[in-house]
């Protein structure tokens, strides 16, 4: 019984949500190095980055955004950010940095979309509400994120960015009608979805373009 409850503590869906402002925190850091930024505009472009989707979600959600009542993301926030510093990654954007945003940025959207479509679920939302919840979590704060410095939002142009999350986030609304659960689903459809993300980067698999 001790080792289910740890392995329940253990991928409760609130680490979801951490692992995926962790991810996004790291993946604004990184832009703002490579936009050169002071360490001012690289702080604000990461806290929208990791907070932007969650303020969005539930202001549509009607009610006061989580952040604001509950410090542990801007801990992460803050703990991610000394560690990147720590790490020297502010020195110099490489190929390898470049990679390294990708795989932040994709980890942020995987996390963002299951972490939104549970709230979604939790407030008996039906599928579209679920999806919807769940992408605007996912996306919001990379829209906002890409606007302020001026870049095209990577959802409108990039290879199965938004198709990903929408996928993740219904596979758990199917899972949870037919009553699926357990602390292995949604870290099995994370790894799922951060997979066919990479792929698909890699690959430069593309939806179809007008």
């Given amino acids: 019984m001790m080792v289910e409850g740890a392995l329940e503590l253990l991928f409760d869906m609130d680490w979801m949500f951490l692992v995926g402002t962790a991810a996004f925190s790291l993946s ?23 907070i932007g989707g969650g303020i969005i979600r539930d202001v549509l959600l009607n009610r006061i955004p989580i952040v604001f009542h ?43 979309s299951l972490a939104g479509a549970q709230v979604g679920l939790h407030y008996g939302l039906n599928l ?26 990577f959802i409108l142009h990039k290879d199965f960015y938004g198709t990903v999350s929408i996928l993740v986030a219904a596979l758990l609304y199917g899972a949870t009608v037919l009553r699926w659960d357990g602390p292995w689903l949604v870290w099995g459809l994370f790894c799922l979805g951060l997979t066919i993300r990479l792929v698909a980067h890699y690959r430069d698999f593309k939806l179809p373009r007008v």
């Fill in 28 to 50: 604004g850091y990184l832009l703002g190095v490579k936009k050169q930024f002071d360490l001012l505009g690289i702080l604000i472009v990461s806290l929208l980055t990791a």
């Fill in 70 to 112: 509950d410090a542990s993301a801007l801990w992460v926030i803050v703990a991610t950010l000394l560690i990147a510093w720590g790490a020297s990654l502010h020195k110099v954007y490489s190929p390898g940095m470049h990679r390294l945003f990708i795989v932040a940025d994709s980890i942020g959207l995987i996390a963002f």
């Fill in 128 to 153: 579209f509400g679920v999806l919807f919840i769940g992408f605007v979590s996912a996306v919001g704060g990379g829209i906002v994120r890409d606007m302020m410095v001026n870049d095209v939002p």
